[in-house]
């Protein structure tokens, strides 16, 4: 009897917490992805965006290298990343909302970087379609014709793809919107351009690039780990990476000095070893000169 009371307690407990527990809490947040359906009809406006993107870019670094001229390899680099979110080359596409006008949708430039959601990865979707493998075929067009915007958005969009060849078919009626601009705080903007100039440096090798979204919520490489370590990692970036750079500093010191030192007593050996090689071979010359040669039986003969 006092089992049964027991469980009936329990499961009443039980019910009580579910009920008080919000059910937002319970349910996953669903994340925000790419929308293919919507890519049609915006992937002439993306190329077109694009070429000036890349002629604009490509002029941007000119201009920063100045008086030396742009390589070939520096503008198929722009190209490569001009599609890649988390690149700085692609920062163009976190300006771009994606508005219903009517039957269509239109690009619309906005004066502040937004929030990356769904539309952000679907312009992303949209430009690497576009882009192809012809990242190096544009890239060489670039470097050898010099062409204007026009012409280059002509080059890309209709000669070496398809993407304005063909009009898109008017937009479902039923469409679910998609969500609204929401500009990103100027806090978060500055963050993550530093990461973004930050890799690949020759100081922080094992520097990683993450998401706006992986930064907020601390998906720093491990998305199960919620750990609250995370939270004070991050609010401390900045004597984190002092810290980092000095370990590396000083691992690069210690390696120089093993690599000397190993040197050194190889070196020691090697003396070492030599001396004694001389050594043997000056004790066994003196020998050798010390002791009389032996005359042969038959030259004795012959004396008596």
């Known amino acids: ?94 300006r771009i909302d994606i508005v219903e006008q009517g039957d269509k949708l239109k690009l619309v430039e906005q004066d502040a970087e937004g929030q990356c959601n769904s539309e952000c990865k679907t312009i992303e979707r949209a430009c690497q379609e576009v882009m192809g493998y012809s990242d190096t075929d544009i890239a060489e067009y670039i470097y050898t014709s010099k062409p204007d915007t026009y012409s280059l958005f002509n080059h890309l969009c209709k000669d070496l793809t398809t993407a304005c060849t063909i009009k898109p078919a008017p937009v479902p009626k039923n469409r679910i919107p998609g969500e609204p601009f929401v500009p990103k705080p100027a806090k978060d903007a500055e ?31 491990n998305e199960e780990d919620d750990d609250d370590d995370e939270d004070d990692d991050v609010d401390n970036f900045p004597a984190n990476l002092g810290k980092v750079l000095r370990e590396e500093k000083v691992k690069k010191i210690n390696w120089i000095q093993q690599i000397t030192k190993r040197v050194v007593d ?30 042969s039986s038959k030259s004795n003969k012959q004396e008596l």
């Open 1 to 94: 009897m006092a089992n049964s009371q027991q469980v009936l307690v329990f499961v009443v407990a039980m019910l009580l917490l579910l009920t008080w527990v919000p059910i937002s809490h319970c349910a996953k947040k669903p994340v925000a992805g790419v929308r293919r359906e919507d890519i049609p009809y915006i992937k002439c406006q993306v190329c077109e965006k694009v070429a000036s993107q890349l002629l604009h870019q490509v002029q941007k670094k000119q201009a920063q290298i100045s008086p030396k001229k742009i390589s070939e390899y520096q503008i198929i680099e722009i190209a490569e990343n001009v599609c890649n979110l988390k690149k700085e080359e692609a920062d163009w596409i976190l």
């Open 191 to 221: 963050m993550e351009k530093l990461l973004k100039s930050m890799e690949g440096m020759p100081g922080a090798p094992n520097m990683k690039m993450y998401s706006r979204e992986d930064l907020m919520k601390n998906n720093m490489g």
């Open 266 to 295: 190889a070196g020691d050996a090697l003396k070492k070893h030599a001396y004694n090689v001389t050594k043997w071979a000056r004790k066994w010359w003196n020998g050798k000169r010390a002791t009389p040669p032996k005359k």
